[in-house]
């Protein structure tokens, strides 16, 4: 049965005899959870975004004098508003209830229509009959051992078509067994004794050696030894778990395409995707906000910087873009900016220079504009500030400085470009400083 196994399971209801057996099952295949009974909001957690659950066992019937479905909803609906995620987070709703249809067709259309609970949607709904695995002995209900299998399977294949959903979840379950992996490797190499943190402290200093480098590593603060050696650990998890994925694979799935994207021209190629949706994709994957001191050096950091120079027209270079472009966007005040290309190493080494380029960010409606050349190169488009825009560099201007010249400048970086695409723009620029040319008549 593919259940979450970080704790996101909640089950809410007000007889523990009726959902002990459920719990006991769980509690030995190791599967962690959270019981509710469901009469006292003030036990629910403080924030449902928390560790989000994905997987939700509800008692319709929590007050069983309650017989209407205006009574039943007004009950069940503080208790979805404390525990159910918002933000689109994607979980499954298990229905446990003594009479299948009793009010949840009232609870879905509550769910649809209800302010609070719109964006607190289960993707999937199952009901479960209590009846069906229960005996009334003696005015209680009895789980009857013999259909935990009629359960498991029942669960198994209501989970199994959830299509993307059930991807998810196993993507989700191939992480978290490989972090306690990784850690389990790492931390075995050595028995556990009284020196166990020490030798393990050793290890910590040879992975941070790998990255930081023999000459520097004496020189180089515990905390950043630490940061390089969970660089080199990070590394290491995140080929596990592609190993795991193309190991085991995430599960079957049918329809992954776009029917507009498959049905427009190949030298005309639209999608269903609107550009604001592409912007943030883009900017999930690629761009981190931040809230930084003047002292945050990291590679990626951006800074916004005035005009020095006349550099904004340098780099919209209008024999190369035509006056329109250029005076179009000159007028529209673009900023320019700086990236920080210093290699990763370097700060680990803690050498004193900086590499920095120079670039403007720029309206998304300019995007086709640009073509990357020999010595410019535009990002994908990403959502900043709710604006959709774009950065492009010139490797015509590139620098060398200091932390303490760009102390002085009293710049805070807001924003970073991650590792991957500051890889890509050094690949380009490395390029563009070896390409060693030739004659040609």
């Not at 229905?95 to 302010?115: E, G, M, Q, T």
């Amino acid at each position: 049965m593919n259940l979450p196994l970080n704790g996101r399971i909640a089950i809410i209801d007000d007889k523990y005899k009726e959902v002990k057996p459920l719990m006991d099952f769980f509690s030995k295949k190791r599967i962690a959870f959270n019981y509710y009974t469901g009469l006292k909001i003030v036990d629910f957690p403080l924030d449902p975004n928390e560790n989000p659950i994905t997987l939700l066992f509800l008692d319709l019937n929590i007050v069983e004098s309650q017989h209407t479905p205006k009574a039943v909803i007004s009950t069940l609906h503080p208790i979805l508003k404390s525990i159910c995620p918002s933000k689109s987070k994607p979980y499954c709703l298990v229905i446990w209830s003594k009479k299948i249809n009793d009010f949840a067709d009232n609870l879905d259309k509550h769910f649809r229509n209800n302010p609070e609970l719109k964006n607190k949607q289960p993707v999937k709904t199952i009901r479960l009959k209590k009846s069906d695995y229960f005996s009334y002995i003696d005015g209680a209900y009895v789980f009857q051992d013999d259909k935990f299998q009629l359960l498991q399977e029942i669960l198994h294949s209501e989970l199994e078509n959830i299509s993307l959903m059930k991807n998810l979840l196993t993507w989700e379950n191939i992480v978290h067994q490989n972090i306690s992996e990784t850690i389990s490797v790492f931390s075995s190499l050595y028995p556990i004794s009284k020196d166990w943190d020490k030798n393990m402290k050793v290890i910590m200093f040879h992975l941070a050696k790998a990255v930081i480098g023999n000459d520097y590593i004496k020189s180089t603060s515990d905390d950043l030894k630490l940061f390089a050696a969970f660089s080199g650990l990070n590394s290491f998890l995140a080929e596990k778990i592609q190993d795991s994925i193309s190991d085991n694979n995430l599960g079957t799935i049918e329809n992954v395409k776009d029917d507009i994207w498959e049905a427009s021209s190949s030298n005309k190629k639209k999608d269903s995707l609107n550009s604001k949706v592409k912007a943030e994709i883009n900017s999930k994957l690629h761009l981190i906000r931040k809230l930084s001191k003047l002292d945050s050096f990291e590679q990626g950091n951006i800074y916004f910087i005035k005009n020095e120079n006349n550099l904004l027209k340098q780099i919209l270079w209008k024999e190369k873009y035509g006056k329109f472009i250029t005076v179009n966007i000159l007028k529209s005040k673009p900023n320019l900016i700086q990236l920080d290309l210093t290699p990763v190493c370097d700060y680990s080494q803690d050498k004193k220079y900086i590499r920095i380029i120079h670039g403007i960010i720029l309206n998304s409606k300019y995007h086709m504009s640009f073509d990357n050349s020999n010595y410019q190169i535009k990002t994908p488009i990403f959502l900043i500030n709710k604006k959709e825009k774009f950065f492009l560099f010139d490797f015509r201007f590139i620098k060398t400085t200091t932390k303490n010249e760009i102390e002085k400048r009293k710049i805070v970086p807001t924003i970073k470009l991650r590792r991957e695409i500051c890889t890509d723009i050094q690949s380009q620029l490395s390029n563009q400083v070896n390409r060693p040319g030739i004659s040609e008549l």
